[in-house]
């Protein structure tokens, strides 16, 4: 029996790494999907709690970045980290999908990114783990 074979969910990873505050660098995590899929939920869970802050604070965006690496689809709506955006260490937060079904429709190649980008002179982000639940189509 081949993986795309099997019936029900699937829960692949991406791990987001620790960006330090301050060092304007932008960071992130992949997955190459490896066959037709459709996304139907993802969580976040961070290594440790969060304190946004109103000026230095980071972002976190999920794109579909095709299999060239230069597509710009949202498959979830980026989180801000900004003044009373707050986050607890290991507590799942489950990431509102994109409403376009479309967007959800996941090619053999796709490489799914959790990119960190840093506003001011940022906030610590801790690193975490993206799990996305994923049917095969």
Request: hydrophobic share 45%.
């Amino acid at each position: 029996m081949k993986a795309n074979e099997l019936a029900g969910n699937i829960y692949p990873h991406i791990w987001v790494p620790y960006v330090p505050a301050a060092s304007g660098a932008a960071g992130g995590g992949l997955f190459t999907v490896p066959y037709n899929m459709r996304l139907t939920a993802a969580t976040l869970n961070w290594g440790a709690a969060i304190t946004g802050t109103a000026t230095n604070f980071f972002t976190v965006s999920f794109f579909n970045r095709g299999a060239a690496g230069a597509g710009t689809v949202q498959w979830a709506t980026a989180i801000a980290y900004s003044n009373t955006v707050n986050a607890a260490k290991a507590t799942p937060i489950t990431l509102t999908l994109s409403s376009t079904a479309s967007d959800l429709l996941l090619a053999a190649g796709d490489v799914l990114s959790v990119e960190i980008t840093t506003t001011g002179t940022g906030l610590v982000c801790p690193g975490g783990t993206v799990t996305l639940s994923s049917v095969y189509r």
